[in-house]
């Protein structure tokens, strides 16, 4: 596995879902407002919190986890 010092898993924040840096900020929601159209500049207004190497990673764990094979 890659290493993604940004994404942290915690079950006392939303439930352990992926978040950047132990913040309330779940990497779905990043993925979600990129998908949706957003710039990144519009998300890092958004979330002020967020630093561009914090989009960066979450791109690259969606990209991590869709490389898993699916036996069917």
């Known amino acids: 596995m890659l290493e993604f010092d940004r994404i942290t898993f915690d079950p006392a924040i939303m439930g352990g879902r992926a978040c950047i840096r132990g913040m309330r900020i779940p990497v779905s929601v ?4 990129i998908a949706h159209g957003a710039m990144p500049d519009e ?3 958004d979330y002020p919190d967020l630093e561009p190497d914090d989009l960066r990673q979450a ?5 991590w986890l869709t490389q898993e ?3 069917l």
């Open 69 to 71: 094979e699916i036996h």
């Open 43 to 45: 998300v890092l207004a």
């Open 59 to 63: 791109l690259l764990y969606a990209a």
């Open 30 to 33: 990043i993925l979600g407002q």
